[in-house]
Structures are given as C-alpha cells and as structure tokens.
C-alpha cells in the first residue's frame, strides 16, 4: 500500500487520529490501512479503512499530489470540497434544488461546535443546552456545544446508575423541566436529538420534541446528532423537514476512516442567521471524506429491503447469542425508537448496536469486569489474544462505554456493531450473511475467553 496515502490519512486532524508508535493505531485501534483479516465489529466508535476506500483516497491523492509536488493548489481543494459536498447530498436522496447546505466538517465534534456558533452568533443571552448525557454522546462533545455560546449543559439522563434504560416518561419528564427553569430564567434554550447514542438509542424522540416547541410558542432551534449515520435517506430528510441541523460522520457505520464530520442545514434554518462559505478542506479531511463514500454509494446500491432482511437476521443471532452466552450479558437497549408518524419500517428501525458488559468465568467467581479491564481486552482484541497466539481470531469492538455501577464497582460495556460494510459482504453471495453472523459471534466468544485472563 502507498504509505503517502496512510501518512496523509493522519493529517489535518488532532490527537484522535494520532498513531501510537508501538501499535501504529489510533486511539479508537483503527491503523490508516487497511487490514483484511480483521473481523471490524467496532463501527460505534471508528471504522478501519477497507481495501475499497483506501483506493479511492490513494487516487484522489495521487490527482491532487502528482510526483513531485508538495501542497495541492487551493483552487483544486475548493473544487474537491464542493464535489464532496454534492455527491453526500446525493448519496443521502437529497437534492440540490432543495436548499440544503452542506458543511464538510474535521469530526462529528467539529459539527457541534459549528451548529452552536451559528445558531448562538448573535444572541445576548447564554442558552440553556438540552442532550442526553455524554457518556452515550460524546466527552468532547458538551465543550463544543457550550463554549461557542456560553450555554450550559442540561444532561437528560437516558440510564440509571446501573446502566439500565430509564422509562420515556421519566426522561422526558426531566427535560420539560429543564425547559420550565430555562424559561423562568429568561434564557433561549438550543435541543440536541440524538439519534443514534453510543449504545444504540434515540432521544429525546420527535413527539416530545414538537410537544416542547408547541409549550414555548416559538421555534426552538434543535441540532439532530447523526454521527452515527445509522439512519436511512427518508429518516434524514424527516428531520430537515422539520428545519432541524443534522450532524453526520463518514468513519463510523459508514466505514470511512477516522474523522470526517459534515453539517448539513436545512432550507428552512432562520435567515436571521448568517451561514459562512463553505472553504475547502485540507488534503487530509478531502482523502478521508472521499474514503466514505466510496463506501457510502456502494451501501447505496444494496436494495434498501435486503439490508432490513439482513439486519433483522443478524439482530437476533447476536442478541440470541450473547443471551446464551454465560460471560456476556446484554446491556437493555433495543431498536431505534424515533416516534415518526406514518413512518414505513426502514433498515434504521432494527438494533445495529449490541453493548454488553464482560464476566470471568464461573471457576474464577463470575464477577464483572471492572472498567480497567474491560478497556484492556478492547485494546487487545486486535492483536488475538493476550499473549498473542498465532490463528487465533482478531477482533474489534466499540470502545468502552461507561454505564454505572455493577456489583459494587464501576462497570463499562463493550459494543459489537454492524456497519455498512457487513451488509456489502452478506450481500456478496448466498452465504454471506451466515458469514458475517459467525463472525460476529466469533469475536463475542474470544472477548468472552480473553476476559478470563486479562490484567489491567
């Protein structure tokens, strides 16, 4: 593989994508090559890098670094952003007549802070910031959201202190009174809609959503957090109907790699609000976003009813096995509930994500990992085993999320992930799908067996 193509896939972004130098990953264990014989269940968090995409990139790097020169010309950055930025709308069954704008982003993170600083860019008074607690979106996260505007962060808990899933009403109980003090305050309040957490789950729903703007009798700007990108093309355009930004990432079920964020702003976002140029976007950022979609439009290509057979073939293999499974134990989670009206079923309303927590076996007492140990058989997982045995299975998973307490200690789970990528390899032949499922609970079964041996 060229190695100017995986230099250049690490720049023009932050420590996130950093390599460390013993392992050549990044933070999230993702390398910037490809790495055929890794079984990638870790999309929640990153992807790694397919054969496919990282061709993709090597070509439009080669087209903007031909032999011998060091800087792409500003001019064919600007015209390689703006391609982007069409091709995204189109692969998201979305039109250019429509009035939709599209903001190639470095992150997801990214993304936030924009929406804030263009909603928030003439306001006297600090918002009241409404979303679901970090720990399901992100750490970087509250900071981006806050610090353009000098809100603050009301976080709407989704779980209780034991990770288990909190009754809708009481989660939406808490957010209208977070709304009521905002208002008795005097302050404006800025929604963020999460849709899809890092363990799988929407919030708050649309209904109490519109039910929150109907109280205050005015629009209240709201900020739709896609990074994930598990939602279908009608799903998306629901929410730009309803004059809502949308954040999005191509490196996580979308399969580019690590950060590549985009802002996308309806035809209806206020007027009032100045919305800046789009600029072109570095070399890195251009690769890494031209990675995803090539991935993105050949998941495009899969009949839109094929992947939902899949999917809802693969969600019950997987929660079946984990169920059965004496060291694993589910984490309560469950399809994306969004409350659309008339909604037809798409692939996005079956559970992609599958979080559960690790035990040791019963000859060692069958208690839960603690957090350090989870993180470790996370980091090992790639390599095999620990110690490394040679043909044992490499697998990833998405990083751990911390979710409460467990037996008296602080507990976090591990979460196995489809992608788009898995519903081009089951869709490849007659027996793809039974593939992809073996895999998946391949890698279950050595998380399982690592958690009987790994030290922190």
């Known amino acids: ?25 990044n933070p999230y264990g993702c390398p910037p090559h490809p790495d055929p ?54 692969l998201c069954g979305l039109d250019a007549g429509e009035g939709i704008r599209v903001a190639l982003t470095a992150s997801g993170t990214d993304a936030h802070r924009i929406a804030s600083e ?29 610090a353009p505007c000098h809100g603050t962060l009301e976080p709407i808990r989704v779980r ?7 009754a809708q009403p009481s989660v939406e109980e808490d957010m209208r009174a977070a709304a009521s003090r905002a208002w008795s305050e005097g302050r404006p309040l800025f929604v963020v809609l999460t849709d899809v957490s890092k363990t799988g789950l929407v919030a708050p729903a649309l209904p109490a959503l519109q039910e929150l703007q109907r109280q205050t009798g005015e629009p209240v700007p709201v900020l739709v957090d896609a990074s994930q990108f598990r939602l279908t093309p009608a799903s998306l ?25 985009a802002l996308l702003v309806p035809k209806n976002f206020p007027a009032s609000r100045t919305i800046p140029p789009e600029l072109p976007l570095p070399l890195g950022q251009l690769m890494r976003w031209e990675a995803a979609l090539a991935e993105l439009r050949l998941f495009r290509a899969i009949p839109e009813g094929s992947v939902l057979d899949f999917f809802g073939k693969f969600a019950s293999a997987v929660t079946a096995h984990i169920a059965g499974h004496p060291q694993l134990e589910a984490l309560p989670s469950g399809p994306p509930e969004r409350g659309f009206a008339e909604a037809r079923p798409g692939w996005d309303s079956v ?48 990083q751990p999320v911390e979710c409460g307490h467990r037996e008296g200690k602080p507990v976090s ?43 922190a």
């Open 351 to 398: 559970q992609t994500i599958f979080p559960f927590l690790l035990r040791r076996p019963d000859t060692q007492g069958g208690g839960l990992l603690t957090r350090q140990e989870t993180l470790a058989v996370f980091r090992r997982l790639p390599d095999g085993s620990e110690p490394f045995e040679a043909g044992a299975v490499r697998g990833r998973l998405g």
């Open 160 to 166: 209780d202190d034991r990770g288990l899933l909190r």
């Open 1 to 25: 593989m060229p190695d100017l193509t995986s230099f250049w896939l690490t720049q023009d972004g932050d420590a996130r994508i950093a390599l460390d130098p013993d392992t050549g990953r």
């Open 413 to 455: 789970a591990l979460r196995l992930c489809l992608s788009a990528r898995h519903a081009l390899q089951a869709a490849e032949n007659g027996k793809g799908e039974e593939a992809v499922i073996a895999q998946a609970c391949a890698v279950l079964d050595r998380a399982a067996e690592m958690a009987g041996r790994v030290r």
């Open 237 to 261: 355009k629901t929410y730009l109907n309803q004059g809502f930004l949308v954040a999005l990432t191509g490196s996580k079920f979308v399969g580019g790699p690590s950060f590549s964020g």
């Open 118 to 146: 263009w909603i928030w860019a003439r306001s006297a008074s600090a918002p009241c910031i409404l979303a679901i607690e970090p720990n399901e979106s992100g750490r970087g996260v509250p900071d981006a959201l806050t």
């Open 37 to 90: 014989s890794l079984l990638d269940f870790g999309s929640a968090t990153a992807s790694v890098i397919s054969e496919n995409a990282f061709a993709a990139a090597d070509r439009l790097r080669r087209l903007l670094l031909p032999s011998g020169k060091a800087m792409p010309e500003a001019a064919d950055l600007g015209r390689e952003t703006a391609r982007l930025s069409e091709e995204l709308l189109h």
